[in-house]
């Protein structure tokens, strides 16, 4: 059409395009024809200043309208993993909001396991996730491994002549060719712990920038998901690793006999305090008949859950073959032919005293395999060592071990058993021997269990932070 003057049925009437518009003109009637050449550029401007503005109001409301599902979708997840601590059951609801803004048919969430190396797909929309074989993350053609080992973005758009498509070789089934793949990462630097993957979109195949910023937003929120799920794990973990060693801790200690076992035969108190929740130090001992009350320590050569296992052993030996009346290198020799073969295969050895007190014969006789530290403490005079008589079990022959014995004043002397880490200095520091012993020479008259508590202060002090297993038992009989 030609603008200008047109005839009509009813008039001549003046038509005018309006300016950056092919649709709408504007109609001038009832006007002479010069005004009408005058006002049409005039009026033809004003309307086409009103369309633009509707336009670019039309632009802004449909921009506006974009940014809102988006803040609304970013809104959402948060809400949605604000209220579940297991992403698998907020991956199906996450996948389908995402899906639905982006405007793609398929859609999936892969999760990184970290102790097989797998990305497993916990959520899909378009197709069923069942089934599914997990995909290594070293694999050279899964689209998703190349997203996680490189942390990077991977996109390709069929429409842009220059860009390669880099999926696999494998058939694809999808509808388009378009694909949009994003790594979940969390923190700076980005650890990544899963991808998410997005084909066949609805509105033209290709993925936009902006698409792919809001689906890194989502990524992110994800990744922080994660990233909160393994610490509450881990937490979990780690509470129930306390409670289950706490437990640990509380069983051993019950093991070991309370100082009334020998009530009105001895007077007897230990301390044992292992430095980790459970250690491989015990002490036990057994009344024997006609006053006589046999008294055992030990210290496993390990500490920790394995020494604690082998304590264990031993004790429940130690309880059997000490019970049966038989003299101390006897007892040592069956303890050894019963638990022999635990010691050869976990490769640990046992320094053991175990003593027989019998004061109508005012004797004690005794057996020590590999156990220096135990001590005859008399009314006056030096502590006196009670030497070895073996080495340690679990290094011996039952042919070595042997039996010794040595005078007993009842009522005055003490006995005095200990395992090495309460005198275990390192660089010259900490609590010795020979402090240990000026102590004992020093309280001698007291009750054992002042003597004991006494000795485990002076210990702290010196050794706060000790490296070892730590027991101490007097006796007085």
């Known amino acids: 059409m030609t603008p200008g003057l047109v005839p009509t049925p ?3 009437v003046w038509l005018a395009p309006v300016p950056d518009s092919r649709e709408f003109w504007i109609e001038l009637a009832d006007l002479p024809e010069a005004r009408a050449r005058e006002l049409a550029p005039q009026v033809a401007g004003i309307v086409g200043a009103i369309l633009n503005t509707e336009r670019e109001t039309a632009g802004v409301v449909e921009e506006l309208t974009g940014v809102y599902k988006e803040i609304d979708l970013l809104y959402a997840i948060s809400e949605i993993l604000g209220h579940t601590v297991q992403l698998e059951e907020a991956a199906p609801t996450i996948v389908h909001e995402v899906a639905d803004v982006v405007g793609a048919r398929r859609a ?6 970290e102790e097989s190396g797998l990305l497993r797909t916990v959520a899909a929309q378009g197709f069923s996730a069942e089934g599914l074989a997990p995909v290594g ?6 689209v998703a491994a190349r997203v996680f080992r490189e942390k990077r ?11 390669q498509n880099p999926g696999s070789r494998d058939p694809r089934n999808y509808k388009g060719q378009a694909f949009l793949s994003i790594p979940i990462t969390y923190g700076p630097g980005g650890r990544c712990v899963g991808v998410i993957n997005l084909t066949d979109r609805l509105l033209g195949d290709s993925f936009t920038p902006s698409d792919a910023k809001l689906v890194s937003a989502v990524a992110n929120q994800i990744g922080a998901a994660i990233e909160n799920v393994r610490l509450v794990q881990r937490d979990l973990r780690r509470q129930r690793l306390q409670r289950e060693l706490e437990l640990a ?8 006999p309370a100082p009334s076992a020998l009530q009105g035969d001895a007077k007897v108190f230990a301390i044992c305090r292992p430095v980790d929740s459970v250690g491989g130090d015990f002490y036990t001992f057994t009344r024997l008949g006609n006053g006589r009350v046999g008294i055992m320590l030990g210290d496993v050569s390990s500490h920790g859950f394995s020494a604690a296992l082998v304590m264990a052993l031993v004790m429940s030996a130690a309880g059997i073959h000490a019970g049966a ?3 101390p290198d006897e007892v040592l020799v069956s303890m050894l032919e019963s638990i022999g073969d635990e010691l050869a295969s976990t490769e640990m050895y046992l320094s053991v005293f175990y003593g027989v007190l019998d004061p109508a014969r005012r004797r004690l006789v005794y057996a020590s395999a590999g156990h220096p530290h135990a001590f005859r403490v008399a009314g006056t005079g030096e502590p006196e060592r009670l030497p070895t008589t073996a080495p340690p079990l679990g290094l011996a022959d039952p042919a070595s071990i042997r039996r010794h014995e040595v005078p007993w004043v009842p009522g005055s002397d003490l006995l005095c058993l200990y395992t090495d880490g309460l005198v275990d200095q390192r660089g010259g520091e900490g609590f010795s021997e020979e402090r ?17 508590k006494a000795v485990f202060q002076e210990a702290d002090k010196s050794t706060p932070h000790p490296a070892d297993d730590r027991t101490l038992l007097v006796l007085r009989i």
Do not use: Y
Not at 153 to 163: A, E, Q, R
């Open 108 to 113: 999936s969430i892969m999760v990184c396991d």
């Open 10 to 12: 009813t008039g001549s």
């Open 249 to 256: 801790h509380d069983l051993q200690l019950k093991l070991l």
């Open 325 to 327: 009346g038989s003299t």
């Open 436 to 452: 240990l012993l000026e102590e004992l020479a020093q309280r001698r008259a007291a009750s054992p269990e002042a003597i004991v």
């Open 153 to 163: 973005i991977i996109v390709f758009d069929p429409s842009d002549p220059l860009s």
């Open 137 to 142: 993350t070293d694999d050279p053609d899964s």
